[in-house]
C-alpha cells in the first residue's frame, strides 16, 4: 500500500493551494488520513485528520484557513490551504491508517512522500 501525494509548490502570501493524497496497492482498508508538516528546525506537526465518517479535527493554527475533504471511492485526501502565510512553508506529509486484507494484518499508520508547499511573503 503506497500514498501518493501531490499539489505542493510556490505561493504568495494570502494565496491558495490544494494537496492531495491518493492510496493505493493491494486490498486495504482505509480508516483516519490527514496531513502533516515539518518546517526546517522543527518537530512534525499534524495539520489536519478526517475519519471514513468524514469528522474532521484541525490544528489551531489553521483553523479557517484549512479545509479537509475525502473521497472514500477513491481513498483520496484533499488538503485545500487558503490564505496561506510564511509560516505555513513546510514538507507536508499525507498519513492514513490502514490495514492491509490479509489474514492477521492490523491497523498500522502509513505515511507518504513529503510535497513541499513554501509560501513567500
Known amino acids: 500500500v503506497q500514498l501518493q501525494a501531490s499539489g505542493g509548490g510556490l505561493v504568495q502570501a494570502g494565496g491558495s493551494l490544494r494537496l492531495s493524497c491518493a492510496a493505493s496497492g493491494s486490498a486495504f482498508s482505509v480508516y483516519t488520513m490527514g496531513w502533516a508538516r515539518q518546517a526546517p528546525g522543527k518537530q512534525r506537526e499534524l495539520v489536519a485528520d478526517i475519519t471514513s465518517g468524514n469528522s474532521t479535527n484541525y490544528a489551531d493554527s489553521v483553523k479557517g484557513r484549512f479545509a479537509i475533504s475525502r473521497d472514500n471511492a477513491k481513498n483520496t485526501i484533499y488538503l485545500q490551504m487558503n490564505s496561506l502565510k510564511p509560516e505555513d512553508t513546510a514538507v507536508y506529509y499525507c498519513?492514513?491508517?490502514?490495514?492491509?486484507?490479509?489474514?492477521?494484518?492490523?491497523?498500522?499508520?502509513?505515511w507518504g512522500q513529503g510535497t513541499q508547499v513554501t509560501v513567500s511573503s
Open positions: 498519513t492514513a491508517e490502514i490495514r492491509p486484507a490479509t489474514w492477521g494484518a492490523e491497523i498500522a499508520p502509513y
